[in-house]
């Protein structure tokens, strides 16, 4: 079992933590001084499909150097606002084929990514794959 908190420090501001014991700054307030809990969910939502890719591409022996997640997110304009759509930008930088990162990808999106599971319920996860040689 996942445990988590968060703990109001002043203003709009909390600390939250998990099982894993590592503390973050939140701030739902205007004036930000930590990332909003709707920031943090496409950050999870980027690094549990990274985790997906790299292991996958980790699997298939693809020569990666690198791989960078971004995400565009939109949001309902009625309350509660959730996300709606979704785009997902995956950078791989190395010597890879088209195939085997578009195999990654959808697997983590249709099967492995447990947060774009639970995103799914409101938006459309969509994506664009560039491929970067160093």
Request: charged residues 25%; aromatic residues 6%.
């Amino acid at each position: 079992m996942i445990t988590a908190s968060a703990i109001w420090t002043d203003i709009d501001r909390f600390i939250g933590q998990a099982s894993s014991g590592h503390a973050i700054v939140v701030d739902a307030g205007e004036k930000k001084t930590g990332s909003s809990p709707v920031e943090l969910v496409l950050i999870g939502l980027c690094a549990c499909t990274a985790y997906d890719v790299v292991n996958i591409l980790r699997k298939k022996r693809e020569e990666f150097t690198a791989i960078e997640v971004f995400a565009e997110g939109e949001r309902a304009t009625g309350q509660p606002t959730v996300y709606t759509a979704i785009k997902l930008i995956y950078k791989v930088t190395g010597k890879v084929s088209r195939e085997a990162v578009e195999s990654a990808v959808r697997l983590s999106e249709e099967k492995y990514c447990s947060v774009a599971a639970m995103l799914n319920k409101t938006a459309k996860i969509t994506y664009d794959i560039e491929l970067l040689e160093k």
